[in-house]
């Protein structure tokens, strides 16, 4: 079983920035595809990047150019370095993992097996 564990939302202002960060409890984080997905109330969930275990990465269109997702191997995290939010950024977050092997970066939630709890990220205007 794999454990993730999200940590890092919190409210801040739009045009603000925020560092997500998910814990990786078996294996190392690179073994897996990893990706952040959000939900906002009344809204389906929706995949906002994804880091495949090659490098390669996707973005969805709306956070292209500020969102930046990585690794820190030496703390088996993923990141998630959000700049110049906005107020439709506001949404729970939620990490998630797809075990070896995947095609590439994908951001559908049904590719992925692990899921975290979630952390909250609101932004006002």
């Known amino acids: 079983q794999v454990y993730l564990v999200e940590s890092g939302g919190g409210s801040v202002q739009a045009g603000g920035s925020l560092r997500l960060s998910c814990t990786v409890s078996h294996n190392t984080v690179s073994s897996y595809t990893m990706a952040w997905f959000r939900q906002a109330p009344g809204k389906e969930r929706e995949g906002v990047a994804s880091l495949h275990t090659s490098g390669s990465m996707r973005y969805a269109d709306s956070v292209k150019g500020r969102f930046t997702i990585s690794e820190d191997m030496t703390e088996n995290t993923l990141i998630l370095q959000m700049n110049v939010l906005k107020p439709e950024d506001t949404a729970m977050y939620y990490c998630?993992?797809?075990?070896?092997?995947?095609?590439?970066?994908?951001?559908?939630?049904?590719?992925?097996?692990?899921w975290g709890q979630g952390t909250q990220v609101t932004v006002s205007s």
């Open positions: 998630a993992a797809r075990p070896w092997p995947s095609p590439g970066p994908t951001l559908s939630e049904y590719d992925y097996t692990y």
